[in-house]
């Protein structure tokens, strides 16, 4: 099977391992500093947090804003389910705004000015445009889980300036990984350490090293990254680039070798902006059958994603009236198809040739 998304190890990231296993630090010690200070810098950030997962950095993004039971927190139909989840952690009321249909991403305009926060999900890696947002006193969390290395018009994902905080997944699929893990970043220093808190029990030590004192201030968990993981993160981190433009290559190609199908090709991004291409997500008629001939095809296709308000639990939201029509029509025919850095050129013929196997009929 050809994976839709697969993570890149090289010799320098088992090495980096290799040397955490031999130190003294397993768990969060200097490797997750350094780890914490290279995304921030990357992203132009004053501050990073890391954490065991993007969903737990989600769910302290929601935590340490203090909302309430009536409060709303508006997020993308067309994404991972955790994205309204961390609303629900906090027992705040998940909301939804539709996409709109030549990005994917949420539409901001239909964001209500009584939601208390806004999570826009860089849908596939395709920047969300902050900059024209007039946030009027509302939280902004992004959720750049498929996005770090992409770029708006105006700034790198995770540099803040139309938001306040920016959480990364460092899932293997996900453009760089720690096997699980995830991070904030964050211009507040008040923000910073409240998350900070939040990772590790909300536990204050004394800094006097002659005493065994410690407090839990507040309510916390543990969501510690470990140093094993922030080792193999760091190294990562440094072939980002090249795995985004990597990336971008295989999506130029799917454009060429895709043209005269008929499907339709992803929303590209704008001049001056760098799509993260996280996802490469076409639009197919009859998408049951293709994806059942691709996946037969040992073509690993999957569907990104089952629309947040049709799971079950999602009884608790509030629709707009009239729903979320742009969003029911994108993920009718909605397939992702392969794209990783390992992507071969052969492989990708492979794709192409059996979709269009598969759609032309
Ligand atoms: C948009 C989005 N948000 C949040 C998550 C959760 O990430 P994690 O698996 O790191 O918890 C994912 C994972 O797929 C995602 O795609």
Known sequence: MIPYGRQSIDASDIAAVEKVLASNYLTSGPAVTDFEEGVADYVGAKFAVSFTSATAALHAACAVIDLTATDTVVTSPLSFIASANCARYVGAQPGLADIDPHTYNINLDLVSIDARAVIPVHYAGLPVELSNFSREGRWVIEDASHALGARSTTEKVGALTHSDMCVFSFHPVKPITTGEGGMVTTNSAELAEK???????????????????????????????????AALGLSQL????????????????YRELLADLPVTLPPAAPSGALHGYHLFAIHVAERARVFRELRQAGIGVQVHYVPVHHHGISTD????????????????????????????RKDQDTVVREIRKTVVK
Do not use: K, M
Not at 206 to 227: K, M, Q
Not at 238 to 253: C, G, K, M, P
């Open 195 to 229: 998350l900070r808190l939040l990772r590790s029990h909300g536990i204050v030590r004394d800094p006097d090293p002659n005493t065994w004192l410690y407090n839990a201030e507040t309510l916390g968990y543990n969501y510690r990254l470990t140093d094993i993981q």
């Open 238 to 253: 440094h072939r980002l680039d090249s795995f985004i433009s990597q990336r971008n290559e295989i999506a130029e190609r």
């Open 317 to 344: 939201i509030e629709l707009p009236p009239g729903g979320l029509p742009n969003c029911e029509q994108v993920y009718e025919g909605l397939i992702s198809i392969p794209i990783h850095p390992g992507l071969s």
